[in-house]
């Protein structure tokens, strides 16, 4: 989420006609197009994110800028040259990093949250300890995941440290309750 992606198509032979179609996981089909012989583009229901990206040298490709949830889903690519027609497909799976918090609740129990992340992030105590563990889905595909230590250490003075574990990243916090 948030980062550029550029995707390229892979063919022999020059280039007559280019075209891409995107299928979102959310909402409808997106086609983008272009002819080499009169240099003209066109585009069909594409957010303005998704645009052309014309490089001296190399075949026309596809940038995704900024990135979004919403843009997950299957991006073909047609070509049409003189070797023929060819046909790449991507499938773009978007990865959202949790957001970490850690605090001590009402009974003086440690508590983990990583919230929003995509997919859900898994969660664990050092020193190993139980716990009990919730996730959240929400409308959007990310989850949030929620820990609380169930067995804390009595003199108040036991550090306990939350590890987050995600596609994304590793993180960690700690916290004396």
Not at 71 to 87: K, L, P, R
Request: aromatic letters at 6%.
């Amino acid at each position: 989420v948030g980062n550029s992606s550029v995707l390229t198509c892979h063919f022999k032979g020059n280039t007559t006609m280019l075209t891409w179609k995107i299928t979102p996981k959310v909402g409808g089909l997106c086609t983008l197009g272009y002819r080499t012989d009169t240099n003209m583009t066109n585009r069909t229901n594409c957010s303005d994110n998704i645009n052309w990206k014309f490089r001296a040298g190399l075949a026309p490709a596809l940038e995704i800028q900024q990135v979004g949830i919403a843009q997950e889903g299957n991006y073909s690519c047609e070509v049409a040259s003189t070797d023929g027609n060819f046909c790449t497909t991507y499938h773009l799976t978007v990865l959202a990093p949790p957001r970490l918090s850690l605090y001590c609740d009402e009974r003086g129990s440690a508590v983990c949250e990583a919230a929003a992340g995509k997919p859900p992030a898994q969660l664990s105590w050092l020193p190993e300890s139980s716990s009990s563990a919730e996730e959240k889905c929400h409308d959007n595909g990310t989850v949030t995941v929620l820990s609380k230590l169930t067995a804390c250490g009595t003199n108040g003075r036991n550090v306990t440290t939350c590890m987050v574990s995600h596609p994304a990243g590793n993180w960690s916090q700690s916290i004396a309750c």
